[in-house]
């Protein structure tokens, strides 16, 4: 009876992520952002930084930055990159093939966040086919979902949450190598945070769904961060959230204060 109340809490979040054994874990999106100088002033700022040691830290810099990154960058931090095609190297120009990542030392690739969905119409099937794509190559993912304004506002947000993340689970059983990016798209660069009872809110169903749609083992050990206009003011409070396991953070990470966001983990 003890043991099953003690699974309960862990996969309802009760115990917290640390108490789960979740490693909190920030991730900097860069998107289309930076020059040669930029980037090296920004990598330089984090290789002098006193960062938590309990933090996993990945930065995804634009493609064109990438093994710089990779050079330049701490050991103990990791570098993504933004997107991946779903074919292996071949007759794809202007793509970059999961195994040529892997090949060139990176080690991250965030997948499905809402600007591919949305700007370039990738679909939750085509998502879910990267995905594999890059686990079948050995790349860990930060696999993004959220909703619209208009999906929240209907009450849908756990449908369409797990719809997307539903298509990945059609083709990849193992999620040991996943970690999921929850990002509210009415919150992504426009100064609007979901309120920490609305993120807190979501990631719970999406543990809730892990468990029913990938295994109880996933519903504890995966991670799940929160994205959408985080910054070193709302970071904090966000991070005491019991099943909020860390954030993807994009603006913000263009700047000093990515440092706090780091260092406000519990």
Known sequence: MESAK?????????????????????GGNFKSNGTVEQIKNIIETLN?????????????PPALYLLLA??????????????????????YTGEI??????????DW????????????GESDQFVASKTKAALDAGLSVILCCGESL???EKGITTQVVTRQLGAVADLVQD????VVAYEPVWAIGTGKVATTEQAQETHAEIRKW????????????????YGGSVTEKNSAELAKQPDVDGFLVGGASLKPAFIDIINSAP
Request: hydrophobic share 45%; no cysteine.
């Open 150 to 152: 208009e999906e929240r």
């Open 48 to 60: 002098k930084a006193t960062l938590k040691e309990n933090v996993e830290v990945v930065i995804a």
């Open 109 to 120: 690739v965030i997948l499905g966040h809402s600007e591919r969905r949305s700007i370039f």
């Open 6 to 26: 003690r699974r309960l809490a862990m996969l309802t979040g009760a115990m917290g992520g640390q108490g789960a054994g979740r490693r909190f874990f920030v």
């Open 210 to 225: 892990l468990e029913a749609a990938v295994s109880p083992e996933a519903a504890v050990k995966t991670r799940i961060l």
């Open 175 to 178: 999620w040991t190598n996943i």
């Open 70 to 91: 990779r050079e330049l960058i701490r050991p103990d931090i990791k570098v993504a990159a933004q997107n991946i095609f779903d074919k292996g190297p071949g007759a």
């Open 97 to 106: 093939a999961a195994q040529q990542l892997k090949d060139a030392g990176i």
